[in-house]
């Protein structure tokens, strides 16, 4: 878990242009279009939408994607207030990660609800992939990453982000034991996958959170990162900073030219050199190695 982990902080430094900025503003935007059309033709448009194994099979190959814009809500106040706080907490985990990670992030979730809720249907007859469970983790994410962060439950009670975060799991696991036998047989094996698929995609992105909690409670003994790690995360962190304040993310040490100036260029940043120095394309294979 931990090398997907770093695997996901290099590609995410390599591809900067990777993802779609504002992702969640273009995701809120739908999704308030289908809940508009539905309210006019009764659910239509959700139907036309939804996740459907028989008619994807048919040729509706859409809906393996579309089902992500299935509105959650049926009242009209509830879904502003849902559309609202979906994009703040989007906007935040951005602003957070960058663009190429917050993308990442959420097709991995989407491409997970896919797999296991296909792999589900396997035993269970039919696929059930619904976007509750993904929507639900991008709150476990961004309490995460502002865990001090005060949300107004019920636009009055002020609540830290990481104790509404710790209320979710502990409610998840209560709905879970509390069904008696007759609904677990029928809503474990469906539930179970797509909560299995969100979690596993928060876990890789936050795998090193996740340790040091475990850590910290005694569960594990807390991990003692690499030196090379440590100075590739520091890097990163100081990078993503530099590239807010100047306005560019890469630029290469020998022509000075930047991927804000010429997006058309390719950076890397060299193995051979020491530290972390970037080059573009045309300098990644020809230039003098630093040494320190």
Known sequence: MKKLCDAVDRFCLNHPRFGIPNLMRFVVFITAAVFLLDSFSGGAASYMLNFDWALILRGELWRLATWLFIPEYDRVIWMVVGMFFYYFIGSSIESAWGTAKFTLFYLTGAVLTVLFGCLAGLWTGYPLVTNIYLN?????????????????????????????????????????????????????????????????????????????????????????????????????????????????????????????????????YCSRCAGYHCFCEDHIFNHEHFTS
């Not at 104790?163 to 509390?178: E, G, M, S």
């Not at 100075?231 to 804000?260: I, L, M, N, P, S």
């Open 136 to 268: 639900n983790v991008l709150f476990l994410a961004f309490a995460t990453l502002y865990p001090d962060a005060l949300i107004r439950v019920y636009f009055v009670l002020p609540v830290k982000a990481k104790w509404l975060a710790l209320f979710y799991v502990f409610l998840t696991f209560y709905d879970l034991i509390r069904m008696n036998t007759a609904a677990a047989m029928i809503m474990l094996p469906m539930t179970l996958p797509l909560l299995a698929a969100v979690w596993l995609a928060y876990a890789v992105f936050f795998w090193d959170r996740i340790r040091d909690i475990l850590a910290d409670i005694g569960f594990l003994t807390r991990h003692q990162r690499s030196p090379r790690t440590i100075q590739f995360k520091e890097a990163a962190k100081k990078q993503a900073e530099k590239a807010r304040r100047q306005g560019y993310r890469h630029k290469c040490e020998v022509c000075g030219r930047t991927d804000a100036d010429h997006p058309e260029l390719s950076f890397r």
